[in-house]
């Protein structure tokens, strides 16, 4: 199983506070709970819904979005790498159709081997199956994901390399940003400004 990184719910509780999001947090894949703990106790109100039956929330499947509870905000950390692509658009299209403004998606962008995933990693190249020195890889086209959240009605798609990746590069993951405002660009600055920050600090501080 892999750990909880705090990083990441690091980047998305400020990716959130720069949206001016208080609420309507639904953490899709909660696992242990720990985003939804993390989100609360800065004061932003969140659910979390898991297919385990592990108590971190309600009952939910992705392959099944009306399972998922209604919200403002739909967080995927590390979640859509292990739903069938097949699925994806209707899971986009289920949440645009019930109103939800952002959906903020983390994936990995650096090789994963785990049985659970319908993607190895995430790349900038295009979607396919590929034959190397690890066998089999599924790599899915992180253009593509953009693409399918922007043909189901989201006005602006942007991504990044999460603030942990800037320091550390061999562990590279993305972060996905929907958004019905086409300005949403404008009010993710703060969070921009804050992770340059980070990279600059850590900069530096090298010997």
Not at 60 to 68: F, L, Q, S, W, Y
Not at 105 to 121: K, L, Q, S
Not at 182 to 197: D, N
């Amino acid at each position: 199983m892999r750990d909880y990184d705090w990083s990441e719910a690091w980047d998305i509780y400020h990716i959130l506070k720069s949206l001016g999001v208080r609420g309507g947090v639904v953490d899709i894949g909660c696992g242990e709970g720990q985003l939804v703990g993390y989100l609360r106790s800065r004061g932003i109100t969140a659910v979390g819904c898991d297919v385990a039956e592990n108590g971190c929330g309600a009952y939910c499947d992705a392959t099944r979005p009306g399972t998922i509870p209604n919200g403002r905000v739909w967080v995927l950390q590390h979640v859509i790498e292990h739903i069938p692509m097949e699925t994806w658009y209707s899971l986009f299209k289920h949440a645009f159709e019930a109103g939800v403004e952002y959906i903020v998606i983390v994936a990995p962008g650096h090789f994963v081997r785990d049985p659970t995933h319908e993607c190895n990693h995430f790349t900038p190249l295009g979607t396919g199956t590929y034959e190397g020195n690890y066998g089999k890889i599924v790599m899915c086209g992180l253009n593509d994901l953009k693409q399918l959240l922007r043909q189901v009605g989201f006005a602006r798609v942007v991504s990044f390399v999460d603030t942990h990746s800037l320091t550390h590069p061999w562990d590279l993951d993305y972060i996905v940003i929907a958004s019905r405002n086409k300005h949403v660009l404008r009010k993710l600055l703060p969070w921009i400004l804050r992770r340059k920050l980070v990279q600059i600090r850590a900069l530096l501080s090298m010997p």
